[in-house]
């Protein structure tokens, strides 16, 4: 399975950007799909995650503001983030687990004035 994830970039604080990622290869019954971030000298960390059936889960820092999706016939998950803070910069990862997991590439999403 291949990620490919996009719609990083800088933002100012308070506005909004939306990703996407993209699985493709030898799909067949995809789990959950999800982001993790990753800030300078942290460890990479949960963002969103949505199973298949729907359900999702939050990092508490961005209940509220971030809104996960998923369209199961195009195998792609979608991250809305609003209300976007300094300290949401960090890189974006996607990940989908079917059977294992999968990583896509990174993705900078940077919030500064």
């Known amino acids: 399975v291949q990620l490919q994830a996009s719609g990083g970039g800088l933002v100012q604080p308070g506005g909004s950007l939306r990703l996407s990622c993209v699985a493709s290869?030898?799909?067949?019954?995809?789990?959950?799909m999800g982001w993790y971030r990753q800030a300078p000298g942290k460890q990479r960390e949960l963002v969103a995650m949505?199973?298949?059936?729907?359900?999702?889960n939050y990092e508490d820092s961005v209940k509220g503001r971030f809104i996960i999706s998923r369209d199961n016939v195009k195998n792609t998950v979608y991250l809305q983030m609003n209300s976007l803070k300094p300290e949401d910069t960090a890189v974006y990862y996607c990940?989908?687990?079917?059977?294992?997991?999968?990583w896509g590439k990174g993705t900078q999403v940077t919030v500064s004035s």
């Open positions: 949505i199973t298949s059936g729907g359900s999702t």
């Open positions: 990940n989908a687990r079917q059977i294992i997991g999968y």
């Open positions: 290869g030898r799909i067949f019954s995809i789990e959950s």
